[in-house]
């Protein structure tokens, strides 16, 4: 069993900067691909970046060249780091663990997800 708690969401101004982070219990989050997924009113949860058991990161189209993704083994925490923000990416973001890669990319298979955090980008 994997617990995700998300924290760092909150109200930021269009083309300002906000960072999350997704701690995880156990000592196996290593073996577990890592990603962030988020879901706006009236829309389906939709993939926004994962990351491989060995650092290899992957983003949707919509916000490559402004989101990045790390992990910390050592603290059992993955990052978003979210910059040039942008109304349309309004959501509650969700962090999400599954041991595939594509199973995680896909937010399919065996996976664990956090309780979710609000990311609200308005002036």
């Known amino acids: 069993q994997v617990q995700l708690v998300e924290s760092g969401g909150g109200l930021v101004q269009p083309g300002g900067s906000l960072g999350l982070s997704c701690v995880a219990s156990?000592?196996?989050?290593?073996?577990?691909?890592m990603g962030w997924f988020r879901q706006a009113p009236g829309k389906q949860r939709e993939f926004v970046a994962g990351?491989?058991?060995?650092?290899?990161?992957n983003y949707a189209d919509s916000v490559k060249g402004r989101f990045t993704i790390s992990r910390d083994n050592a603290q059992n925490t993955v990052y978003l780091q979210m910059n040039s923000l942008k109304p349309e990416d309004t959501a509650v973001y969700y962090c999400?663990?599954?041991?595939?890669?594509?199973?995680?990319?896909?937010?399919?298979?065996?996976?664990?997800w956090g309780q979710g955090t609000q990311v609200t980008v308005s002036s």
């Open positions: 156990g000592s196996i989050f290593r073996a577990f691909a």
């Open positions: 999400y663990a599954n041991p595939s890669f594509s199973a995680l990319v896909a937010g399919k298979g065996l996976g664990y």
């Open positions: 990351i491989t058991t060995g650092g290899s990161p």
